[in-house]
């Protein structure tokens, strides 16, 4: 009897493919990444069910800090730029605004249910209202255009024409690639109002999808990796691009929609269709290298460097879709622009963008994966102004990070700091 147990009991245990393979070998993404708040940086959860429960469940884990954090774009973000622009306008004036003279909700709702879903899940998981919880996940740049819908005034062109020596920067990208390796390099910036809600979230869809994302407690993204399929987006604000807050898709649920559409190829056939309510760069990459898109309300442009390597700031460098207010700032309304010819008056205006993208192009082209360890990317990165350190500005780097990929593994280091700060923490998972 003996002698037949362990066979028995052998052949119980690998009759089923999956669960040899799970002995056997490497186990599916979603078991090879932990999260852990007591040795991580970020606010850590997991989450995983249907777009509303996954919402809830963050909503409940995170209602602590999405709170204060909803407070302060509410009262000291957005009420101060309206005081900025000289109006006696208030968050209430703002919220009201926002749901009757713009399209962003229904636009959501038509474009990205399931994402509205999501929200809605977070604010009844924090318990707050649904309508605040919406507009805080639009706060990236769709509030200026609010603010520009509101105001008549583009306030970062009349930002920009007041000072040209402003910072006009929030997020810078490197990333180098050869034979079958890619390595990014990618500052996340936004306003110091979201200092201290930055979270990192694992998200296991209902297809048994798994996506890795850093954002501010509360919303839905900032940046992330689908790390089932092997790949990895940067977003990066074009301010100077054509916008529409009547018809177009707010950038945050594109990032959500290229993380999730399953490889960088499908990626981009969704930014080809896309009507998004602000210009934005997007970059895609895996193994295989970056490919990155200046997308517009009108117009969608590739950005092809001279080589294996790709950097990208915030000034828009091939897409001649400009903004109405820039046309006429430039002098070039009615006119097709050409973007190798544009007046010196609207690089001044970018100057911190176009440094940083000279400081990265100096820095990386030319060299592989290999060269660009994560320490070479802190080294570059920590350099001023790709570099902004939390302080009088409203600019600040407050989450950063280096993704390795090659042809099996994605090795992510990450820090929910300016570069060279707060020590990033790793991780590395074999993707399918």
Not at 87 to 111: M, P
Not at 273 to 300: C, M, Q, W
Request: aromatic fraction near 12%; glycine fraction near 6%; include cysteine.
């Amino acid at each position: 009897m003996r002698k037949n147990i362990i066979p028995l009991f052998l052949a119980a245990i690998f009759c089923s493919g999956a669960q040899a393979h799970n002995l056997t070998g490497i186990p599916p993404v979603e078991y090879q990444i932990e999260l852990s708040n007591e040795t991580s940086e970020f606010f850590t959860i997991e989450v995983k069910g249907t777009p509303y429960e996954r919402g809830v469940q963050h909503g409940k884990a995170l209602r602590k800090v999405i709170r204060p954090t909803l407070n302060r774009f509410k009262y000291d973000m957005v009420s101060a730029f309206l005081k900025e622009a000289g109006t006696d306008y208030n968050w209430s004036d703002y919220r009201q605004f926002f749901f009757n003279n713009t399209g962003l909700f229904q636009t959501a709702q038509k474009e990205a249910p399931e994402l509205v879903e999501e929200i809605k899940g977070i604010a009844h998981g924090a318990n707050l209202d649904f309508k605040d919880v919406f507009i805080y996940n639009l706060n990236f740049d769709e509030t200026f255009w609010v603010l520009e819908k509101m105001t008549g005034v583009d306030p970062m062109l009349a930002s920009a024409q007041a000072n040209k020596d402003q910072v006009t920067g929030h997020c810078s990208h490197g990333s180098v690639w050869a034979d079958g390796k890619a390595s990014v390099g990618y500052t996340l910036d936004w306003t110091r109002h979201f200092e201290g809600s930055q979270a990192l979230i694992k998200h296991i869809l209902d297809d048994g999808t798994v996506l890795l994302t850093t954002t501010y407690a509360g919303t839905l993204i900032g940046h992330g990796i689908n790390a089932s399929n092997g790949y990895t987006f940067t977003p990066h604000s074009k301010f100077q691009l054509a916008h529409d807050v009547d018809s177009g898709l707010a950038q945050i649920f594109i990032y959500r929609k290229l993380l999730e559409a399953g490889s960088v190829d499908k990626a981009i056939s969704l930014l080809e269709k896309i009507k998004p309510a602000a210009g934005l760069a997007y970059t895609l990459t895996d193994k295989n290298g970056t490919r990155t898109f200046e997308v517009s309300s009108n117009h969608v442009a590739e950005v092809i460097t001279d080589g294996q390597w790709m950097a990208v700031a915030n000034v828009a460098r091939v897409n001649n879709d400009l903004s109405a207010s820039y046309r006429e700032a430039l002098k070039l309304s009615g006119q097709t622009i050409d973007m190798n010819n544009l007046p010196s008056i609207y690089w001044q205006y970018n100057e911190d963008s176009v440094i940083r993208y000279n400081m990265i192009s100096k820095a990386i082209r030319g060299k592989t994966p290999e060269e660009m360890t994560p320490g070479k990317w802190e080294a570059l990165f920590s350099k001023q102004p790709i570099n902004k350190p939390v302080d009088e500005k409203v600019e600040t780097s407050n989450l950063w990070h280096v993704v390795d990929i090659d042809d099996e593994y994605i090795e992510y280091h990450v820090s929910p700091g300016n570069p060279g700060n707060i020590p990033m923490e790793s991780y590395r998972f074999k993707y399918q």
